[in-house]
């Protein structure tokens, strides 16, 4: 089975930085996504991590750590337009298994 | 048509009707999906196919079926509609074998009364 947890939501300020966790629980693993989703639109990809480490990809970066079951988020510099549902999303077999997911909401 | 089409993008729905969402690409994607967003639970998969003329059961297939007749194509299908499946339904593709990310349809809101 699947276990994917992540906080339901988080607020921060303009301009200030946050990190969403995830922690997994998966019968197989080949690589953990995150996408974006704003409210009453379709999710959009913004990273893939397979390996151990970190991916930095413009104001967003994304960890993660096999060993543990882990990865987060890195939202730099946020903006108001940042505001938004962030899922976490596990490669099982080629299938994607997503977390609830998080609601960002950045305030002025 | 660019990416993935979804139709219809909303519907009311008696409970007890038979219902057809409809999704098409047109990436040549091998592989397709069906979603459901519910608030609270995130998108779990219903059923897939990894290229047309197989399908397979997700998470939550019961009350679901779908066919695979071409590699465009991958109509969900509610037999019976219940309120329960009052939901967002999200078409997705992807290439299958590989890991890629998945490009998703706008969504289609189902009510059922």
């Known amino acids: 089975g699947q276990n994917i947890d992540q906080p339901t939501e988080m607020t921060a300020t303009e301009g200030a930085i946050v990190q969403i966790n995830c922690t997994y629980q998966t019968s197989g693993f080949n690589g953990l996504f995150w996408y974006q989703q704003h409210a009453g639109e379709a999710p959009t990809f913004l990273s893939y991590n397979v390996l151990d480490g970190l991916e930095e990809k413009g104001r967003f970066s994304s960890f993660l750590s096999r060993s543990k079951g882990y990865s987060y988020l890195l939202l730099k510099e946020l903006q108001m337009k940042d505001s938004a549902s962030y899922l976490c999303?596990?490669?099982?077999?080629?299938?994607?298994?997503f977390g609830a997911g998080t609601t960002v909401t950045v305030r002025a | 048509i660019a990416g993935i089409t979804q139709a219809p993008t909303s519907q009311i729905l008696a409970a007890g009707r038979r219902m057809t969402l409809r999704c098409t690409q047109d990436m040549r994607h091998n592989a397709m999906y069906w979603y459901r967003q519910d608030l609270g639970l995130g998108l779990r998969l219903i059923h897939y196919?990894?290229?047309?003329?197989?399908?397979g059961k997700g998470e939550v297939p019961d009350g679901y079926s779908v066919s695979r007749a071409n590699t465009d194509d991958f109509p969900l299908t509610l037999a019976s509609a219940v309120p329960s499946q009052t939901s967002v339904y999200f078409c997705?593709?992807?290439?299958?074998?590989?890991?890629?990310?998945?490009?998703f349809g706008e969504g289609s809101r189902l009510t059922v009364l």
């Open positions: 997705a593709s992807s290439e299958a074998g590989e890991t890629g990310e998945l490009f």
């Open positions: 196919s990894n290229t047309a003329g197989t399908t």
């Open positions: 999303a596990v490669d099982n077999d080629y299938k994607l298994s």
